[in-house]
């Protein structure tokens, strides 16, 4: 069965950096779109990263210049390299995984991780 584990969440200020890591298991993992989304309270789940499986990559407006999604196929693992954090960025992050060529949107999802807290304070 497919699992997605996150970790790498924690608090930092303004300014500062965080990598998150996604281990996947149960599926090929080279074979499917993988995207990082995060939900802050009150807020829709948004979609701000995916890695397709030609290694092509694709932000939302918010993070791009910013965030660096990759992968390691070896290790079937996904990363999250976020720099310049701001308290809009504080969330809690998803790892998630699809079949389908394109995985930013909710809908195009069907293997969700627990998530990670990410915290920015100013």
């Known amino acids: 069965q497919v699992q997605l584990v996150e970790s790498g969440g924690g608090s930092v200020q303004a300014g500062g950096s965080l990598r998150l890591s996604c281990t996947a298991s149960g599926y090929t993992f080279g074979s499917y779109c993988m995207g990082w989304f995060r939900q802050a309270p009150g807020k829709e789940r948004e979609g701000i990263a995916s890695s397709r499986r030609d290694g092509s990559t694709s932000y939302a407006e918010s993070v791009r210049g910013r965030f660096i999604i990759s992968r390691d196929s070896a290790e079937n693992t996904l990363y999250l390299q976020m720099n310049g954090l701001k308290p809009e960025d504080t969330a809690k992050y998803y790892c998630?995984?699809?079949?389908?060529?394109?995985?930013?949107?909710?809908?195009?999802?069907?293997?969700w991780g627990q998530g990670t807290q990410v915290t920015v304070s100013s």
């Open positions: 998630a995984a699809s079949v389908l060529w394109r995985c930013l949107a909710k809908g195009a999802i069907g293997f």
